[in-house]
């Protein structure tokens, strides 16, 4: 039967953590959507995932990029590989998630009920609180203070900024148009560009609110050591990451930079966190060397 529905490819990405991506799969196997398929990007991990995804899973394609390409790397590899196969729209799904059958087929109404639609989120909830909300499809960026936000509940659309990489659905003519993810942000941060580009190039963003993500969260032995603040190399990540976006599309950039960073050494410091306060600075100049 040939369905009516827009094809769609899931990307989902995995770095050492065939665990939580099997689980996913599993969720993504019991989708009411009647035309998708799903694309397993392994990111160069270290441990059996390749192996073990394959004996699970022989008939989803799995596409090895033999080193660890970061977020917006690996997950470029996916979505070039979804246009070249005709995908209509391209869902990056992180792999720590479970997702509601009809998760996808909300996304996709959404974005046919409006041509200047380019990027699609679900509503977020935490996997070990089932009902409460992680992320209302994305966030908004507090441009002056260096820093971004999700939004927790239904908002004016001029307040979501992006959409979460976590669980974003992209229409194939915006790939086209405005790019792929930048592979600047190795971590962090590349869904917050990717969203002031598609902004920025006239398209707008949209939540649908029937679709349902549950999402761990720094689960699972590859995102232990980037748990929440409390990670040297999170601190890293992010503060590299923030930097060069600020210096991209702050009106003023150094203000948000100063602001920012300053105000993160300033808490660690303030906790005698010193090593993670050194992270904070490390990652910033590492930012604005990029």
């Keep these: 039967m040939i369905s009516d529905s827009p094809q769609a490819t899931v990307i989902v990405l995995n770095y050492n953590g065939w665990r939580d991506t099997v689980e996913c799969l599993r969720s993504l196997e019991e989708m009411d959507y009647p035309n998708y398929r799903t694309v397993v990007v392994d990111n160069g991990s270290a441990d059996d995932s390749v192996a073990r995804i394959r004996e699970r899973f022989p008939a989803i394609p799995l596409i090895e990029t033999g080193k660890n390409l970061g977020e917006p790397g690996g997950n470029n590899v996916g979505i070039r590989h979804a246009l070249e196969e005709g995908a209509e729209y391209v869902w990056v799904l992180n792999n720590d998630t479970v997702v509601d059958p009809d998760a996808l087929g909300a996304m996709v109404r959404v974005a046919e009920a409006d041509p200047a639609v380019g990027a699609v989120g679900s509503v977020l909830y935490y996997m070990s609180e089932p009902e409460r909300v992680q992320a209302w499809g994305g966030g908004r960026v507090l441009m002056w203070w260096g820093t971004a936000r999700y939004l927790k509940g239904p908002a004016p659309k001029e307040s979501l900024h992006y959409i979460t990489g976590g669980c974003l659905l992209l229409r194939s003519r915006v790939l086209r148009e405005v790019g792929l993810l930048d592979e600047r942000f190795f971590l962090y941060w590349g869904d917050t ?64 930079i100063v602001v920012g960073v300053g105000g993160r050494i300033l808490k660690r410091l303030a906790r005698l966190d010193w090593k993670s306060a050194m992270s904070v600075a490390r990652g910033a100049l590492g930012g604005l060397n990029v």
């Design 193 to 256: 560009e990717l969203g002031f580009r598609l902004r920025k190039a006239g398209w707008s963003l949209a939540v649908a609110e029937d679709s349902r993500i549950w999402h761990k969260e720094f689960s699972g032995t590859a995102w232990k050591e980037f748990a929440k603040g409390k990670s040297a190399l999170t601190d890293r990540y992010w503060n590299a990451s923030a930097v060069s976006f600020f210096r991209e599309y702050a009106p003023i950039a150094p203000v948000p």
